[in-house]
């Protein structure tokens, strides 16, 4: 660590030590009741096999939930393999705002393979041996070409990104306002996403774009898009949709895929999709939706940590053949979501994994 980013730990330490104790045990108790209220779950027969089955291994596993919580309550860090981040997250990053610059996915820079005649960005892709669209790579693209125009405040980065947000416009199914992806794509322990198919992550960064874009020229097209874009979260998977179920939450669901994944980041890029409309239009769908999503972030986030690390998703718990979910450059992207997020929930909980997430990072 730098030393300025030492000063500021020693400096927030003592505040922190004091909150990670009551933290710790609300963390204890929402585990507790993830326990007691299985039973309930099961007995009333509301899950699937897939949900049935992670239930099953979180109950049984008590010898793994009570070294969590010990661990947890001891403030202990863990002793576990070493990962490879790239950088070390920022403690205090800069304040948040849904007009402004988006969240800093580095080292998950964006460079597009070529664009269309529009000036959208195409990505090659191996599916289709060739160039396709990528909706949240172009999201992703379009997001860091309008941090360039807030920062220089030059119009050539102000129409890279308005070009993608006119794709978004042209593109997104005006029934089912799905932005779709046109390859099949294959999922670890899944069956095949078969084209067309929409994500939940696609969904929230094009949110975020679209937002920014009304924004700046206060053009309705863009602000109906956005809305529009948040339909998909409201229709269950099995019906089509990106809603899923967390054990009695509602999960927006990045790969809609018939057994769950609950892919982290993707759940995450909605919700700040969902907060950017909120903020910039006051819309009451938005800020319901965001709002549901909340109480689902600070319900699932002790299923995601592991020994040094957050999990990208929870597939391997939910009766698949997927591999542990591990992935460094996630595991920095969750950290950001989470500090942008908190910006304007401050919630304990929330505070507890980011400063335990880092430190997975930093030691």
Same mark, same amino acid.
């Given at each position: ?155 050539? *980065?102000?129409? =890279?990104?308005?070009?993608?947000? @006119?794709?978004?416009?042209? #593109?997104? $199914?005006?029934?089912?306002?799905? !932005? &779709? ?85 993707? *759940?995450?890029? =909605?919700?700040?999709?969902?907060? @950017?409309?909120?903020?910039? #239009?006051? $819309?009451?769908?938005?800020?319901? !939706? &965001? ?73």
């Amino acid at each position: 660590m730098s030393s300025a980013v030492t000063a500021q730990t020693s400096a927030n330490g003592s505040g922190r030590a004091k909150k990670r104790l009551s933290v710790a045990l609300l963390v204890a108790l929402s585990l507790n009741l993830v326990v007691i209220g299985a039973g309930g779950y099961v007995l009333n027969s509301k899950l699937n096999r897939a949900h049935h089955s992670l239930l099953t291994k979180i109950v049984n596993d008590s010898a793994g939930l009570t070294s969590h919580l010990a661990e947890l309550k001891a403030n202990a860090h863990p002793v576990g393999p070493a990962y490879s981040f790239r950088s070390v997250p920022e403690i205090d990053p800069p304040p948040y705002e849904s007009s402004g610059s988006y969240l800093d996915l580095t080292p998950k820079a964006i460079a597009p393979d070529g664009f269309d005649p529009n000036g959208v960005a195409l990505f090659y892709r191996s599916e289709i041996s060739g160039f396709g669209y990528h909706p949240a790579h172009a999201a992703e693209y379009g997001l860091k070409q309008f941090d360039g125009y807030g920062e220089t405040g030059d119009q050539l *980065f102000l129409q =890279a990104a308005r070009n993608q947000a @006119d794709y978004f416009v042209s #593109a997104m $199914d005006p029934g089912t306002g799905a !932005l &779709y992806y046109d390859f099949e794509y294959a999922i670890e322990g899944h069956e095949a996403l078969k084209a067309p198919w929409g994500s939940a992550a696609a969904q929230g960064e094009a949110i975020s774009l679209l937002t920014r874009i009304y924004s700046v020229t206060n053009e309705p097209k863009y602000l109906e898009a956005a809305r529009l874009a948040m339909r998909p979260l409201q229709v269950k998977v099995e019906d089509g949709g990106l809603l899923q179920d967390f054990l009695g939450h509602p999960y927006y669901e990045e790969y809609p895929t018939a057994v769950p994944t609950y892919s982290l980041s993707g *759940f995450m890029f =909605a919700l700040v999709g969902l907060l @950017d409309l909120s903020q910039i #239009a006051d $819309d009451a769908t938005a800020k319901r !939706l &965001y709002l549901e999503g909340i109480g689902t972030l600070r319900f699932c986030l002790p299923f995601y940590d592991i020994n040094g690390i957050s999990l990208y998703w929870l597939s391997d718990r939910s009766g698949t053949l997927a591999s542990l979910g591990i992935s460094e450059q996630s595991h920095l992207i969750h950290i950001t979501q989470l500090q942008a997020i908190n910006q304007f929930e401050h919630d304990d909980l929330f505070d507890y994994y980011i400063d335990r997430w880092i430190s997975y990072v930093d030691f």
